[in-house]
């Protein structure tokens, strides 16, 4: 079992930087590849980011590209996303979530554990 608490949302203005982070609990925290989803008011939750659990792979959303970053420091359990360049169109409650044993799907299927999310509101 994996418990999964996000920090770092908040109210920004377009232009700016904001970094999400995702606390996991257990000892099989590199053996889990981790991702990033949001949802914003009336539309369906979408992929954003996905990282291997070694972190030597990743994977982008093209809306993100460019822009986004995800990283993990398996040493403490935790995986980032660095958000630059947000824009009113990144607002959306953000989800951690894992995976044991692959990575990179891009589908909320495909993901086994999900933190409670943390809200991000970009104001233009």
């Known amino acids: 079992q994996v418990q999964l608490v996000e920090s770092g949302g908040g109210l920004v203005q377009a232009g700016d930087s904001l970094r999400l982070s995702c606390a996991a609990s257990?000892?099989?925290?590199?053996?889990?590849?981790m991702g990033w989803f949001r949802q914003a008011p009336g539309k369906e939750r979408e992929f954003v980011a996905a990282?291997?659990?070694?972190?030597?792979?990743?994977r982008y959303a093209n809306s993100v590209k460019g822009r986004f970053t995800i990283s993990r420091d398996n040493a403490k359990n935790t995986v980032y996303l660095q958000m630059n360049s947000v824009k009113p169109e990144d607002t959306a409650v953000y989800f951690c979530?894992?995976?044991?044993?692959?990575?990179?799907?891009?589908?909320?299927?495909?993901?086994?554990?999900w933190g409670q999310g943390t809200q991000v509101t970009v104001s233009s």
């Open positions: 257990g000892r099989t925290f590199s053996s889990h590849g």
């Open positions: 990282i291997s659990g070694s972190g030597g792979s990743t």
């Open positions: 979530t894992a995976v044991y044993g692959s990575w990179g799907g891009q589908t909320p299927r495909t993901y086994d554990y």
